[in-house]
């Protein structure tokens, strides 16, 4: 599914130089939660298994600095 695994600060920074492209969230266990992206060079990312809170606040910078990712529902 995913080519890598990177740090959830990773995953942000490539959304504040604009590299994202696509977003979705994923369940790994209970109140557990990962984030695939899809770069704009068309490689997928996922993020290490996390707590839901800490995912949902990832996302929200996410969405933040990256005006062209779309979330896609999962």
Do not use: F, W
């Given at each position: 599914?995913?080519?890598?695994?990177?740090p959830?600060?990773?995953i942000?920074?490539?959304?504040?130089?604009?590299?994202?492209?696509?977003?979705?969230?994923?369940?790994?266990?209970?109140?557990?939660?990962?984030?695939?992206?899809?770069?704009?060079?068309?490689q997928?990312?996922c993020?290490?298994?996390?707590?839901?809170?800490?995912?949902?606040?990832?996302?929200?910078?996410?969405e933040?600095?990256?005006?062209?990712?779309?979330?896609?529902?999962?």
């Amino acid at each position: 599914m995913c080519d890598e695994t990177k740090p959830l600060l990773d995953i942000e920074g490539l959304a504040y130089i604009g590299k994202i492209g696509k977003l979705s969230i994923h369940v790994c266990g209970k109140n557990k939660k990962y984030i695939v992206i899809e770069t704009v060079e068309g490689q997928r990312l996922c993020s290490p298994c996390a707590d839901e809170d800490v995912i949902s606040l990832s996302v929200k910078m996410i969405e933040h600095y990256s005006k062209s990712a779309k979330l896609v529902s999962s």
